[in-house]
């Protein structure tokens, strides 16, 4: 399989657990995105790594959210001290920098449950 | 005011004809913008871009944009059930395609 992965798809945590998602992107893709969409809206940006910079960081994302992309390839996305407000699907994105448009491609996403 | 405004529908349409999906943007910098095809417990996924002003046509979706009223459409024609799915209008405020602003979806229900 060739397109963007994430693990796990689903994750049940209790208020205050700390959780960790990983994104593994298509292997030739510089660019990640990670998204947060709850239902009946659209995705809502997070931030977005270029290579192993952290480019930009939604405003969104508290001092309890935390992505790394250490090599510039899998992204890890980390929400310390989880609040019911969490709980959403977790959607990461994956582009290359060639081309005259950037697509994005999205993963399966995983889904955050938090009790 | 949202950066991305779509009507939430439904939007109910019979098979075979145009179904057409709307979305207004507030920044007036926005430089392209995407129509996403989004199925029910799935992701997203590209189905049209465009950069400029006028019409972009691709097999049976014609994409519309005027930044002067700053307003993108979608048409698609000889509408199937399989199109019934929720439509996410997307903007960049570059083509650098950094930060991808999305609308809250149309969903579009394509009656047999």
């Known amino acids: 399989d060739t397109g963007v992965s994430q693990d796990p798809r689903h994750k049940i945590t209790k208020r205050g657990q700390n959780v960790t998602f990983r994104c593994d992107p298509i292997s030739e893709h510089n660019r990640l995105y990670w998204y947060r969409q709850t239902l009946g809206q659209g995705p809502e940006f997070l931030t977005y790594f270029q290579n192993e910079a952290q480019l930009e960081k939604s405003r969104l994302l508290s001092d309890r959210f935390s992505a790394e992309r250490p090599k510039g390839s899998f992204s890890t996305l980390e929400i310390q001290r989880t609040e019911q407000g969490d709980s959403a699907m977790y959607l990461c994105?994956?582009?290359?920098?060639?081309?005259?448009?950037?697509?994005?491609?999205f993963g399966p996403g995983t889904r955050l449950t938090v009790l | 005011q949202k950066e991305v405004e779509q009507n939430s529908g439904p939007l109910s349409v019979p098979e075979g004809a145009i179904a057409s999906l709307n979305c207004t943007y507030s920044d007036r910098g926005s430089q392209s913008f995407f129509w996403y095809r989004q199925y029910s417990g799935k992701s997203p996924e590209l189905i049209m871009f465009?950069?400029?002003?006028g019409d972009k046509e691709d097999g049976r979706f014609t994409a519309q944009l005027n930044k002067a009223s700053q307003y993108v459409s979608l048409l698609i024609r000889d509408s199937q059930p399989s199109d019934s799915a929720t439509y996410l209008c997307a903007v960049n405020r570059d083509t650098g395609g950094f930060k991808t602003i999305f609308g809250a979806g149309t969903r579009l229900f394509v009656k047999a």
């Open positions: 465009i950069y400029s002003n």
């Open positions: 994105a994956s582009s290359s920098a060639q081309g005259s448009y950037i697509e994005q491609f």
